[in-house]
């Protein structure tokens, strides 16, 4: 391979951010003018948090001038290179470099009524509670604790029932509320006790952990 082969290597352009709904970081869409060897083998990827001060490379495995990086930090600079490298191995300098700033990603405003009207058979006054955590009461007439609460469940609104209405949630109607928007209901249920109107729900195959592991 001749040295002309780095000049090919141009700087980079940012495509677009994505922000996953899943919380585990954003993802950065890099595209770049195409070297233009015949004996091109594969780009590599360079990116780090300071500038040419790099980690491992993540080789593309491909010709193809661009690369998905994923899982990065919101509100963290990022510093991105790329590199060619030929059949025989032979890999040239680094690009231009290119700097990248991850928007914050803020939690989304949930209005205060979102959950109204809420209706118990058994009378009782279940709790509306702004977010869900660790140390967080699962019941009303409990004093037992969230442990573990999986992340992606993490600050979201519940409704906090009673231990003791556990024969009422059998019935299909122990429980109904309004709520202001369309929203994503999750269910967490002993395992022991599975309430056959659970069967229009989809097993979510997450556990919220308890003093008594529930299902989601």
Known sequence: MENFFIKFI????????????????????LS??????????????????????????????????KYTVSNLDSGQIYYFAVTAVDINGNESGYSSEISYTVPLTLPPIVPED??????????KD????PGISDGSLCYIDRSYTFTNV???????????TANNDNSQSLNDSFLSFDVKTAV???VAHDDRVIPSWLENFTDTGL????DNTMSI
Not at 32 to 61: A, F, I
Request: some cysteine.
């Open 126 to 129: 279940y709790e509306v509670v």
């Open 114 to 123: 979102l959950i109204s009207n809420v209706s118990v058979a058994s009378g």
């Open 207 to 210: 556990d919220l952990r308890t």
């Open 184 to 186: 994503t209901v999750y």
């Open 10 to 29: 141009k700087i980079f352009t940012l495509i677009c951010v994505l922000f996953p709904s899943n919380l585990f970081g954003a993802d950065v869409n």
């Open 150 to 160: 999986p992340e992606s469940l993490q600050n979201l609104i519940y409704i906090k």
């Open 32 to 65: 770049w003018t195409p070297n233009s060897e015949d004996d091109l083998m594969e780009y590599r990827v360079y990116y780090g948090t300071h500038s040419r001060d790099y980690r491992l490379p993540e080789p593309t495995g491909s010709t193809i001038p």
